[in-house]
């Protein structure tokens, strides 16, 4: 016959019950904590982990367009600069009386009489427009040569063309004055 198991009657179960029945305690008690606690750390513990993956990626595609934002902000500060000196070459306005004012500077300085000054009208090409002016100037050889290397040395764009040299005069210390007949032409940026 079976026994017959009564609820306050634990102590008087074999050995082999009670293992059976502790056994079954601690299953339905692992269960529970497996099912309750650990299955909810586990999964947050997944999900934070997923999380620090996607913010480590963020943060590593923030990184790069950092470089890539700091990169491009250079290469625009460099073209500016650029800009800025090749508008002091080649500006969109002609700027004649900046133009005739270090053409005069220059003479000046290096001990030139300038006779006249005539501007002529403006040559349009494709990339830019060519802006003329007649000049009569009256100086020596190393003025002159003092001169043309000063206006070589202008930030501006100019060429000296149609250079025309002849004798002006002779001084009493043999040396000669010339007078010269040049057009300086300087350019300027189609609109």
């Known amino acids: ?24 305690l601690i299953g339905i008690l692992t269960a529970a904590y497996y099912a309750g606690i650990h299955m909810n750390v586990q999964e947050a513990t997944t999900a934070a982990i997923n999380r620090h993956r996607a913010l480590e ?27 800025k000196q090749n508008l002091r070459i080649l500006p969109v306005t002609a700027e004649i009386p900046a133009f005739l004012d270090d053409l005069n500077r220059l003479a000046e300085l290096s001990g030139l009489q300038m006779e006249q000054v005539r501007p002529a009208g403006e040559q349009r090409e494709q990339f830019f427009t060519k802006v003329p002016v007649q000049l009569s100037i009256r100086g020596r050889y190393h003025e002159l040569s003092k001169f043309f290397y000063n206006v070589s040395r202008l930030e501006r764009a100019i060429n000296m063309e149609d250079i025309k040299l002849t004798v002006a005069s002779k001084e009493a210390d043999g ?6 007949a040049v057009r300086a032409t300087t350019f300027r940026r189609n609109n």
């Open 57 to 83: 990626s963020e943060l590593q595609q923030a990184r790069d367009r950092q470089k890539q934002y700091l990169k491009l902000r250079e290469e625009a500060t460099a073209r500016e600069a650029l800009d």
């Open 175 to 180: 040396a000669m004055q010339l007078a010269v």
């Open 1 to 24: 016959m079976a026994a017959k198991l009564q609820v306050g009657n634990f102590g008087q179960l074999p050995a082999s019950g009670k293992v059976v029945i502790l056994g079954l």
